[in-house]
């Protein structure tokens, strides 16, 4: 439950983004209508990255030396000072413009968690493979967890910092942005989504391995359903989850 918006902690892991990073945070210093602070978390960043960040007076920097994208994002958290936390990524994909979409909703409907869904882009921005790869996962996550989600891989997120402390999550690669959303579902904490567009990359690389990250993320989806107990749960979070839609 977010009934109002205190300060927001912006969350942003790089790894390599010196061509995208900057357009990013000035973005969401100047559009983002509510009080903030914008913490970069980079893992020893060699193409200038950690430069640009010291260069900005608004941004806060966390240098996190261990590899991968769920324990930069736990360190940022761990640091959030906001009681809403929106995570995002520094590669320039994101509408970042849009936050305040996120927000303005997650108030609205006193909501747990809002995703920025890219499933309704125009554009169609995201990559084949990647739009097949998400659709299957989302289906798999939407069937065991009865929710309503249509792209459980978005990383754009508005999340209540009070609910995160609620959950333990353990992954520490890509497969944290499913674990959170499986979490969440056992506490039936309501999970919504906003539209928003997307932007193909434009300088650097992905650091998404696809079939690694796919074998983690469906071994993440399973493992959740090991605790047979918690199905009776979830069709009680279905009900509810509906109405709210
Ligand atoms: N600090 C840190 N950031 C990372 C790491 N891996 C990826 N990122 C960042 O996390 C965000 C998402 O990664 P990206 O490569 O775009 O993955 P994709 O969007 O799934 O293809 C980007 O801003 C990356 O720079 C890491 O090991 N450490
Ligand atoms: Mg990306």
């Given at each position: 439950?977010?009934s109002?918006v205190?300060?927001v902690?912006?969350i ?39 430069e640009?960040?010291k ?8 240098i ?7 324990i ?26 849009h936050?305040?979409?996120l ?5 609205q ?12 882009d ?14 299957v996962i ?9 929710q309503?989600?249509?792209?459980t ?5 508005a999340?209540s ?10 992954e ?13 579902a056992?506490e039936?904490?309501?999970?919504i989504?906003v539209?928003t ?10 650091k998404?391995?696809?079939f690694k990250?796919?074998?983690e993320i469906s071994?993440t989806i ?12 979830f069709q ?5 989850n509906?109405?709210?839609?």
């Amino acid at each position: 439950m977010t009934s109002k918006v205190e300060l927001v902690s912006v969350i942003i892991p790089t790894l390599n983004e010196a061509g995208n990073i900057l357009e990013a945070v000035t973005t969401i210093y100047k559009e983002l209508e509510y009080p903030k602070e914008i913490i970069v978390v980079d893992g020893n960043s060699t193409d200038g990255t950690i430069e640009i960040i010291k260069d900005t007076s608004f941004c806060k920097l966390i240098i996190e030396p261990r590899r991968g994208y769920g324990i930069a994002l736990k360190t940022g958290m761990k640091n959030a000072k906001g009681n809403i936390i929106v995570m995002v990524d520094g590669d320039g994909t994101y509408e970042v413009r849009h936050i305040n979409r996120l927000l303005d909703r997650m108030i609205q409907k006193d909501a747990d968690m809002v995703l920025a869904t890219r499933m309704y882009d125009p554009n169609k921005a995201m990559g084949f493979m990647n739009f097949v790869g998400n659709k299957v996962i989302t289906f798999f996550f939407d069937f065991f967890y009865s929710q309503f989600l249509s792209d459980t891989q978005s990383g754009f997120r508005a999340i209540s910092h009070q609910a995160i402390d609620n959950v333990e999550l353990n992954e520490g690669d890509m497969a944290f942005a499913t674990e959170m959303l499986i979490k969440f579902a056992k506490e039936g904490f309501t999970m919504i989504e906003v539209p928003t567009t997307y932007k193909a990359r434009k300088y650097g690389k992905p650091k998404l391995r696809r079939f690694k990250s796919g074998i983690e993320i469906s071994k993440t989806i399973l493992r959740g359903l090991l605790d047979a107990d918690m199905f009776r749960k979830f069709q009680k979070n279905r009900q509810k989850n509906q109405l709210e839609r």
